[in-house]
């Protein structure tokens, strides 16, 4: 008889003090979902010698999630891959289907986000309160992807009784506005359809700075979290100066973002 598997919200630790928030927000996470936790250390190749080690520690963290919830599907996954094929091990191989990181690791996982089928939750390791995920703030810009990152927060409408508030871009070409208001239209059928609460926003700014201005209005409007699309296109200038899901992350403090890939097509999430 075949194995079942089970899609998994995969926590990347570092194995240090900052792992407790990161563990916690993969146990809100895989609780809401209900989906099984799997807390993984992805190790460099220098670091092969610790192996064991690292097999203990991982071991340290599952027994008291065990213990005190004895009811959530839990394990663990030692792993040493390079950051461009960590993602596709994850969904492909250990059926990930969102992965948590701390938001100091972007530039770490940078290279896995753009190689991913599923999306990147970054939360501030260093925050204490957790977020419920209750009030999603969704830029929604002329790429077709969009339908996406609307995708991912009906899953918080479905599973979280989550209300999404919609930032539409506002660009100033005919085709360009005509594409955005398709995105906006067929974000706006799925939220009916699932009876999720959602409001429509027309925000002041274009498709290029669209996030931005979501970010402003998330932290304003005290959301938590902020869903976001990764860049479509990676130029030597962003490698530069940095890319543009980057600068949000690091300007979101305590707000969790969601960063979802434009350039894989994703796996969505099971019932």
Known sequence: MAEVKHQKIVVLLSLNLTDKNLILNGIRIATIFRKELCLCYNYSKKEKHKKDEFRDQLTAYLIPV??????LPI??????????????????????ILSISGTSEFSKYAKSIAESSIPFLFVNEKEEQLSEFKKLILPIDLRK????????CSYF?????AGIIVVAANDKGKDEQKQVSVNVALSKKLFQK???EHKIFRGTKSSLNNSFEALDLALSSQSDLLVILGSSVITPLDLLIGLPEKKIIKRAGSLPVLVINTRKDNYILCD
Do not use: V
């Open 66 to 71: 065990k213990n005190e919830l004895p009811g």
């Open 75 to 96: 394990s663990t996954l030692l792993l040493s891959e390079s950051q461009t094929d960590l993602p596709e091990k994850l969904a492909d191989n250990y059926e990930g």
């Open 145 to 152: 992807e969009n339908s996406d990152s609307a995708l991912w």
């Open 157 to 161: 409408g479905r599973f979280n009784s």
């Open 194 to 196: 699932l009876k999720i």
